[in-house]
């Protein structure tokens, strides 16, 4: 199979690396690779005798007239020349792209097919038993069960309900606190009736959990002080049961249970936070019989850390512990985004099968730091200067000012009363030039860096301060 891989002067000897051992031409088409004509690219193919050409994935031409024209397949390559080698590795096996860089073409198939493995292993797992359709223990997925805290407090419940359920949720959670009423769970309850997925709910009190039964799953949490008031209607229920340990143990708990008639148990040894106990309450998940809930939540909410990580690393116990259920919670700003990385995190758990860790799988939870660093060319210049500071004092752009921010996951622009909104900077940046609302070079440097610091406001679920640091 012979390649024709036209690059620049700023990566040819990346890619003379990476194509050494394959019948390939490197070709010098520029300067910079991604500025190839579809009539140079042709020129070139009828030069030589090709099977295929590949070209760097920063290209924006559209060469399809360019292989009718030829006969010769052309490939978006990856977008940096480092990445060239894993697609070389895979041209007999891998049908790439025309028009997707490969580098996001492998990404975008690693995740489907890491989707599909998942599919599968689930389809073909053990369980313990159901709830509400949803596998519990045995072999099946650790499921992600999230709480929302003061259901009965919440103005739209069955939104975030179903919100929840869309992010990654397996099971959702109603907690309602001291000040809840038992007209509070059943009117919850009663607005919840037709949710398809399962529900738990989440109180001690024995009124609060009997009014709750008629529609709840799962009860969190029985223990000895309220199994002999609602054990009975519990196991009527046919309802699962989460068993904490109080005053008497987890296991006296358990049985205790299961001699009223509950059968579906999910047993909770309590996990402690960090600095309260974390590493010797671990101790408890083990020697337990049956499905094990792990309560994640309050480890994440006490520890002013980003959540990807930690609850990665959550996920991690959790698996090792054999649990069935971990309990994640989204309570603070610090740990918005915790239901959709708690569900990505035990899918990655589930993907390591016999590996000896969870990397390379085709799902991560890598946000801000990168998996590999690409080592791109040196900067070609002949001279340089430092730059010089900003003026504290600058010229206004007589078009006006433009007030920025972010609404319902979108960026807003404000110029003149006319609000220009759009989900990517470059295209409200783009509007505003057409619309003429901007006339000096500085303020558009200014709006297209506080553009960009929204969107990454809204990447990253942070708040966006015009003219504060992000």
């Known amino acids: ?185 059943q009117r919850c309850m009663r607005v919840l009736s037709t949710v398809e997925g399962p529900l738990a709910l989440d109180t001690q009190d024995p009124e609060l959990i009997l009014a709750g039964l008629e529609r709840a799953d799962v009860v969190l949490s029985l223990h000895e002080g309220n199994i002999p008031f609602v054990g009975v209607a519990v196991a009527a229920a046919e309802a699962a049961a989460v068993i904490v340990p109080r005053e008497r143990s987890l296991g006296q708990n358990i049985a205790a249970a299961r001699a009223v008639g509950i059968r579906h148990i999910l047993a909770d040894p309590l996990l402690q936070p960090v600095g309260s106990g974390l590493v010797t309450s671990l101790s408890g998940f083990s020697g337990i019989e049956g499905p094990i809930f792990f309560g994640a939540g309050n480890v994440t909410e006490l520890i002013d850390a980003d959540s990807p990580g930690v609850n990665a690393l959550l996920a991690g116990m959790a698996h090792e512990c054999g649990a069935a259920v971990i309990f994640t919670s989204e309570h603070s700003d610090k740990t918005h985004g915790s239901v959709g990385e708690m569900r990505r995190a035990v899918e990655m758990m589930a993907l390591m099968g016999d590996r000896p860790y969870p990397k390379d799988l085709g799902l991560d939870l890598l946000v801000i730091k990168e998996k590999r660093r690409r080592r791109v060319p040196p900067l070609d210049y002949d001279a340089i200067i430092d730059a010089e500071p900003m003026p504290g004092e600058i010229d206004y752009d007589p078009k006006g000012n433009v007030r920025i921010g972010i609404e319902g996951g979108m960026i807003v622009a404000v110029h003149d009363g006319l609000a220009i909104r759009g989900a990517h900077w470059e295209d409200v940046f783009y509007t505003l030039c057409c619309q003429g609302r901007l006339s000096l070079l500085d303020h558009a440097a200014y709006l297209g860096k506080e553009l960009y610091k929204a969107e990454l406001a809204l990447r990253f679920g942070r708040s966006y301060d015009q003219d504060g640091v992000f």
């Open 1 to 185: 199979m012979r390649i024709l891989l036209p690059t620049g002067e700023k990566t040819v000897a990346i890619v003379q690396r990476a194509a050494g051992g394959y019948d390939a031409d490197v070709v010098v088409t520029g300067e910079i690779a991604s500025f190839l004509s579809p009539v140079h690219l042709t020129s070139l193919i009828r030069v030589g005798h090709y099977d295929l050409a590949i070209t760097s994935g920063m290209c924006t031409a559209d060469f399809g007239e360019v292989e009718q024209e030829t006969g010769v397949p052309v490939y978006r390559g990856p977008r940096h020349a480092a990445d060239l080698p894993q697609m070389l590795r895979l041209l007999s096996t891998v049908e790439f792209s025309r028009t997707v860089p490969a580098d996001e073409f492998l990404a975008l198939q690693r995740r489907r097919e890491a989707a599909e493995r998942l599919r599968r292993q689930e389809d073909g797992a053990t369980f313990a038993y159901r709830i509400r359709g949803v596998k519990i223990g045995g072999s099946s997925r650790i499921k992600v069960l999230a709480e929302i805290m003061d259901a009965h407090r919440q103005e739209n419940l069955r939104d975030e309900v179903e919100r929840y359920f869309a992010l990654g949720a397996d099971i959702v959670d109603l907690g309602f606190g001291f000040d809840a009423t038992v007209q509070d769970v």
